[in-house]
Nanobody, 123 residues
């Protein structure tokens, strides 16, 4: 079993940036593709980005391309999501998830989930 803990969320103004972190327990975390999903108030989860075990490949949702950057530091058992040029519609709880069995863009494929970190973007 892998335990995931997100951090780095907060309240920012539109146009601002945050660096979200997903810290994992377990020695084998580095073998897992790891994704970020988000859930806005009253909405369902949506895919944000995913990164391969060694840092490649990466895939992004259309809304994230050019604004969000996923990276990982396997020595720290941590995956990051740099979120730039934030918009109010980015307000959501952001979750990390690891070890997809299936499509890397499909939240149902992931075996491990964190508790989420809140990102709130003001106008």
């Amino acid at each position: 079993q892998v335990q995931l803990v997100e951090s780095g969320g907060g309240l920012v103004q539109a146009g601002g940036s945050l660096r979200l972190s997903c810290a994992a327990s377990g020695r084998t975390f580095s073998i897992y593709p790891t994704g970020w999903f988000r859930q806005a108030p009253g909405k369902e989860h949506e895919f944000v980005a995913v990164i391969g075990q060694s840092g490649v490949p990466t895939y992004y949702a259309d809304f994230a391309k050019g604004r969000f950057t996923i990276s990982r530091d396997n020595a720290k058992n941590t995956v990051y999501l740099q979120v730039d040029s934030l918009k109010p519609e980015d307000t959501a709880v952001y979750y990390c998830a690891a070890d997809p069995d299936g499509s890397w863009r499909d939240r149902a494929a992931y075996d491990y989930w964190g508790q989420g970190t809140q990102v709130t973007v003001s106008s």
